[in-house]
């Protein structure tokens, strides 16, 4: 028994390996973690607490089925790279900026990741900066960051998708969110945005070729069969009903569950200003309109102003994981009810309530902007 056991380690010992080694200066006593990104999280590998010098060196299994992804990592000093199969990867960055300022040799597609990144960490400074600028409107503030984050999701697709979508570098770029100070989302999110789906259709081809077997392939194929799918439904609802049964002044109450099924009725917010917005967060310019509507509650709950916002979205529970981080009140109707009774032709379609309870706008009759109007009622 003893002498199987020692053939089964030795076995195991001789598997394909691959090294990463490196030096991380003035970092003197911080503990170094080598890990690997799954598709389950992060899984630790192995760490070391460094020394004077800061050198370091880990060796683990070389990947099987696809090219995989590691980090190292000191507190919230993360820098990522991939590995194809038994290369040696050297790396050299010092504290305490380590993530921005380091050069890695042995593998293309981890100097291309360390491109990706330092590009993705400045468009997120630049965000973060657009939302704390005070001076800034809201709409201004909106238009700033879809520029920026348009402007970065085409050099993306021209450098590192299209280029090469078989690549590792690839997989990342597609796959990469951008964090600001409201949360992290997805750069590229096939169930909303037509385009994006392209580009996850270009690498899930691509690695299905190559790495027909591999679990991160057939991640990549599923979320872009639900992209097609979700993006080639029709994002707009047409009604044919009569604009005359919702009046200019006046409310008809409105009762719907939020995603824990509480209901909330439109005639419990009395004194505050209302925006109702009829929406779908499966439509594709749903993104960018959450950004204003944030901007806008964001300046104004203070004083007095709310939003309840509708979701008419066919898959609940697409709707319940869009709005779960939303601070205003979020509900969900089926059966069309309130949709026919306010007269809704087409989404987006939002209505303006005063503190008495009364809609004195829709927006297909708005004149100004709707942070205007808002200020005006308020």
């Known amino acids: 028994m003893i002498a199987a056991g020692a053939i089964v380690l030795a076995s195991c010992d001789q598997a394909p390996k691959f090294h990463v080694e490196g030096?991380?200066?003035?970092?003197?006593?911080?503990?170094?973690?080598?890990a690997q990104s799954t598709l389950e999280g992060v899984k630790n590998l192995d760490s070391v607490k460094l020394g004077e010098s800061g050198t370091f060196s880990f060796k683990t299994s070389a990947p099987k089925d696809c090219p995989e992804f590691y980090l190292l990592r000191i507190g919230e000093h993360i820098i990522h790279f991939s590995v194809d199969s038994t290369e040696s990867l050297t790396f050299a960055a010092k504290l305490p900026t380590m993530e921005s300022d380091y050069?890695?040799?042995?593998?293309?597609?981890?100097?291309?990741?360390?491109?990706?990144?330092?590009?993705?960490?400045?468009?997120?400074?630049?965000?973060?900066?657009?939302?704390q600028n005070e001076d800034m409107y809201p709409g201004d503030k909106v238009d700033s960051i879809e520029h920026i984050i348009n402007q970065y999701k085409e050099r993306v697709k021209m450098g590192y998708i299209f280029t090469d979508p078989k690549s590792a570098a690839a997989y990342y770029a597609v796959c990469q969110s951008l964090t600001d100070m409201r949360g992290t989302f997805m750069l590229f999110n096939p169930l909303t945005d037509r385009s994006d789906v392209k580009c996850y259709a270009t690498v899930a081809t691509s690695w299905d070729g190559t790495y027909p077997d591999a679990p991160r392939t057939k991640?990549?194929?599923?979320?872009?069969?639900?992209?097609?799918?979700?993006?080639?439904?029709?994002?707009?609802?047409v009604v044919e009903l009569d604009e005359k049964k919702v009046k200019e002044t006046g409310i008809i109450d409105i009762n719907l569950p939020d995603i824990n099924s509480?209901?909330?009725?439109?005639?419990?917010?009395?004194?505050?200003?209302?925006?109702?917005?009829?929406?779908?967060?499966?439509a594709k310019e749903s993104a960018e309109r959450t950004r204003l509507m944030r901007s806008l509650y964001e300046k104004y709950h203070?004083?007095?102003?709310?939003?309840?916002?509708?979701?008419?979205?066919?898959?609940?529970?697409?709707?319940?994981?869009?709005?779960e981080n939303?601070?205003?009140?979020?509900?969900?109707?089926?059966?069309?009810?309130?949709?026919?009774?306010?007269?809704?032709?087409?989404?987006?379609?939002?209505?303006?309530?005063?503190?008495?309870?009364?809609?004195?706008?829709?927006?297909?009759?708005?004149?100004?902007?709707?942070?205007?109007?808002?200020?005006k009622l308020l």
């Open 302 to 323: 203070g004083q007095g102003f709310e939003i309840y916002q509708i979701s008419l979205d066919d898959d609940v529970h697409f709707w319940k994981f869009s709005c």
């Open 103 to 131: 050069t890695v040799s042995g593998n293309e597609s981890s100097e291309k990741i360390r491109e990706i990144s330092l590009m993705q960490q400045q468009v997120q400074r630049r965000l973060v900066e657009i939302e």
């Open 262 to 282: 509480n209901l909330h009725s439109i005639l419990d917010l009395k004194g505050k200003v209302v925006l109702i917005d009829f929406t779908a967060y499966a």
């Open 326 to 375: 939303l601070p205003w009140v979020c509900v969900h109707e089926t059966d069309g009810n309130v949709t026919n009774i306010y007269g809704v032709a087409n989404l987006p379609t939002f209505f303006l309530v005063n503190r008495d309870n009364e809609i004195v706008l829709r927006s297909d009759f708005m004149e100004g902007t709707l942070e205007d109007n808002i200020r």
């Open 23 to 34: 030096t991380i200066e003035e970092a003197k006593d911080s503990m170094l973690y080598f």
């Open 219 to 237: 991640q990549l194929c599923n979320m872009a069969i639900k992209g097609m799918d979700n993006t080639a439904k029709p994002q707009q609802k």
